[in-house]
């Protein structure tokens, strides 16, 4: 079975110090990986993603994410943290194929940066 | 604008009344999906639609209906609600279910939140 671990349930910074947003996974073959952001009575948002290729993943309003196989993990990371970047994020683990293309979300991580 | 759209964004009900939160998307994609979110739980997919009258379970389907009569709408249907199915439910859509559609990636709607007395 696929899962998601985000360890940390709130992440705090401050406005212009870089920022990490944690997150491992444990699934079946080469996964693809998401990062989806939610802001305050909205959907979810799609930020990044890693299927193949490059281990460092570029995505929206400046955010990043390095995939390390050995480690099992993909953590979302920006070098210069805003106010607006407060909000809901989540990871998310898919196998390739199989079960539905069933995605897997972690169960979250709360980002607040103040000034 | 492409999108999801739900309906009602908000509900307060009662125990054994009977509702529907309607899912509509205006892309053409194959693949729907519904989600409820609780704190510390994060997302967990309610059922699944690979395509028109293709549906299947995803992780906590008890208590939940659902139906794919027509390619852009998902309906998930509480036949009886109860105060456990008090959530955030999220509807979402994208393109594709063969080979390496698992790549593209998910449009979510902006949510129902459904309260169960």
């Known amino acids: 079975a696929q899962s998601v671990a985000q360890p940390e349930d709130q992440v705090n910074v401050a406005e212009g110090n870089p920022l990490t947003v944690k997150c491992t996974y444990s699934?079946?073959?080469?996964?693809?990986l998401f990062w989806y952001v939610q802001y305050p009575n909205r959907g979810l948002q799609f930020l990044l993603k890693y299927i193949t290729g490059d281990n460092l993943v570029k995505g929206s309003y400046g955010f990043e994410a390095e995939f390390n196989k050995s480690q099992t993990s993909f953590h979302l990371k920006k070098p210069s943290a805003l106010v607006s970047d407060s909000a809901l994020y989540f990871c998310?683990?898919?196998?390739?194929?199989?079960?539905?293309?069933?995605?897997?979300f972690g169960t979250g991580t709360q980002l607040k940066v103040e000034l | 604008e492409a999108q999801v759209t739900q309906n009602p964004r908000y509900l307060i009900t009662v125990t054994g009344k009977k509702l529907t939160v309607t899912c509509s998307q205006n892309?053409?994609?194959?693949?729907m999906s519904w989600y409820r979110q609780d704190p510390g739980l994060g997302l967990r997919q309610i059922y699944y639609s690979m395509n028109v009258e293709v549906t299947d379970k995803g992780d906590v389907p008890e208590g939940y209906k659902v139906s794919r009569k027509e390619k852009r709408n998902f309906p998930l249907i509480l036949e009886s609600p109860s105060p456990n199915q008090t959530s955030l439910y999220f509807c979402?859509?994208?393109?594709?279910?063969?080979?390496?559609?698992?790549?593209?990636?998910?449009?979510f709607g902006a949510g129902s939140r459904l309260t169960v007395l």
């Open positions: 998310a683990v898919r196998a390739p194929t199989g079960g539905g293309n069933k995605l897997t």
């Open positions: 699934v079946s073959g080469n996964p693809y």
């Open positions: 979402a859509s994208r393109q594709g279910t063969g080979g390496h559609s698992g790549a593209n990636v998910l449009t």
């Open positions: 892309m053409n994609h194959e693949y």
